[in-house]
């Protein structure tokens, strides 16, 4: 990094615990890797202080101080990374930074698509609301886009933003692509990679997951012999567990609930598997698709181009595959498809791998960034 910055904090306008959970991604992720290369870094949050705080990496301060330009004068520091998300309600947290005189990162970690929320069973009145409640919030985000010096977010999205209303060429101008941080432990160590497809995610949120779309994509899968098996990561629902007892044996076999596991153990998971698969409804950075990248898998998913549209760029540099319709039976074909590229020689993992950590891991990120 460029000497000039000695403290660069990172921010987080939400009271989290500041303990293990939270320093192996986001700000927390962040903050370790700049003091990596070197940087005396902290997160700041807002209080209270929590029983399982890492005391000595965190500083906790009343909100409005985060809003107080006086207040982060009296920081003394060089630098701050904001993970704001883009949201704009801390739009005047990013001008008390900017005013007081410090350089300005933002994370935003948003496909760039923000009707991924509609009910397409809503009323019409609740519609026009929404619509109207997104334009507000789109001026209210450009808004606090524009105090940055630079906005971290997926390259994809920046393009969306491009076109959308009042964000004009100088917030464009200002991104990096990075959609989010990822653990530079996640590499992928010339492990054989076996016949392996991944689904990680909290499968109780049934709206953004859909777990339904998830089923009836595996049942399709294997309705013809494949000997690839499905390995399902995260929450299991009694619905899942339901689902998985009636299959036929010559299908359950080939799909394994694991449940929950601490991430650090995810990093061998991934690095065993080939396909990671995303069936969301939307997603801003999906995260588990990221570190999947960084250890040589490749990425299948939904065909949904504004509400998944960071997963969608996972799958180029010969990175995956975008099935042709938003179906299970078109997922299922997908997932077929990249299958077949791995079996042909046309997936590499360590070019997947060395392909995506400059756009992932912290260190590597944010060194180019405060140059």
């Not at 596991?261 to 598997?273: E, F, G």
Request: aromatic share 12%; with cysteine; hydrophobic share 35%.
């Amino acid at each position: 990094m460029n000497p000039q910055y000695k403290k660069v904090y990172t921010c987080t306008p939400v009271a989290f615990h500041a303990n293990d959970w939270f320093f192996i991604r986001d700000s927390g992720l962040i903050s370790r890797a700049l003091r990596r290369l070197g940087a005396e870094s902290k997160v700041i949050m807002p209080l209270p202080y929590y029983e399982d705080d890492h005391r000595e990496e965190v500083i906790r301060t009343e909100y409005q101080n985060l809003e107080s330009v006086e207040w982060w004068k009296s920081q003394g520091i060089d630098g701050l990374v904001l993970y704001s998300w883009g949201a704009p309600r801390y739009r005047k947290i990013a001008k008390a930074v900017r005013q007081a005189g410090i350089r300005l990162v933002i994370h935003m970690d948003s496909s760039g698509d923000f009707t991924f929320a509609f009910d397409p069973n809503a009323s019409l009145l609740r519609k026009l609301y929404l619509h109207l409640l997104i334009k507000a919030q789109d001026y209210f985000r450009a808004k606090h886009l524009s105090y940055a010096h630079t906005i971290t977010m997926c390259p994809e999205a920046a393009k969306a933003v491009s076109n959308m209303l009042f964000y004009d060429k100088s917030i464009v101008e200002k991104c990096f692509p990075m959609a989010c941080p990822v653990d530079s432990e996640c590499a992928y160590d010339g492990q054989e990679k076996k016949d392996i497809i991944l689904c990680i995610g909290r499968w109780d949120d049934i709206f953004q997951k859909r777990p339904e779309v998830l089923m009836r994509t595996l049942e399709r899968l294997y309705a013809t012999p494949c000997r690839a098996e499905t390995h399902l990561y995260g929450t299991i629902t009694p619905e899942l567990e339901r689902w998985w007892g009636a299959l036929p044996p010559d299908v359950s076999q080939h799909i394994k609930l694991k449940g929950n596991i601490p991430n650090h153990h995810l990093r061998d998971v991934y690095k065993q598997a080939k396909i990671i698969v995303c069936t969301s409804r939307y997603e801003g950075s999906h995260n588990v698709s990221a570190e999947a990248l960084c250890c040589g898998c490749s990425v299948v998913t939904a065909n949904r181009p504004g509400p998944l549209r960071d997963v969608h760029w996972y799958t180029t540099q010969n990175s995956g595959t975008i099935s042709r319709e938003d179906t299970p039976e078109s997922l299922a074909q997908a997932i077929d498809h990249e299958l077949s590229l791995w079996d042909t020689g046309k997936r590499n993992p360590y070019t997947i791998a060395e392909a995506w950590q400059p756009f992932f891991h912290p260190e590597k990120v944010f060194n180019t960034i405060f140059q």
